[in-house]
């Protein structure tokens, strides 16, 4: 693991299209496209502002970070201003390999000894990263469309 920095924007961007593409689904649009939704782009666009951080996996296979938002202009698992919201995507060849576990567990580590007291983040249901989320201690906090917002109080 390494920390990640502003070199690392376009592996950050491409492991947010693999975590909003996780189903493979054709009609979920291409990189490019999907990164110009204001939805999607708000996680990775300005990367570098305070309190920005996250983590690399070594071979740049997955990525985990947390970002900062506001009450007037949040994502998708937004619980407070507070409240950093977690993002984390694997590659496609490295899911299963326990890269997800060891990029979490970093983050964590790392987002309570910068003093944050919870992290949150939005989960669809029936993705395979809930067991993982479960498994680290993340609780349901709210439910949107088809989706979970889901909590971590950190030690």
């Not at 950050?12 to 204001?38: I, N, Q, S, T």
């Not at 977690?86 to 003093?115: C, D, F, K, M």
């Amino acid at each position: 693991m390494r920390p990640a920095d502003a070199r690392d924007v376009p592996l950050l961007r491409a492991m947010l299209y693999e975590a909003c593409a996780w189903r493979g689904d054709p009609r979920f649009p291409p990189l490019e496209e999907a990164l110009k939704l204001p939805d999607v782009a708000r996680y990775v666009d300005g990367w570098g502002r305070a309190g920005d951080f996250g983590v690399i996996a070594e071979g740049d296979v997955g990525a985990a970070w947390i970002r900062l938002f506001t009450d007037d202009d949040h994502g998708y698992g937004f619980v407070a201003a507070e409240v950093p919201e977690l993002s984390i995507g694997v590659s496609l060849e490295a899911r299963g390999r326990g890269v997800g576990t060891a990029l979490l567990a970093e983050l964590l580590a790392r987002a309570e000894a910068a003093g944050h007291r919870s992290i949150s983040l939005s989960v669809e249901t029936d993705n395979p990263a809930v067991r993982l989320y479960e498994r680290c201690g993340f609780v349901c906090v709210g439910y949107v469309g088809t989706s979970w917002t889901i909590q971590r109080i950190l030690d």
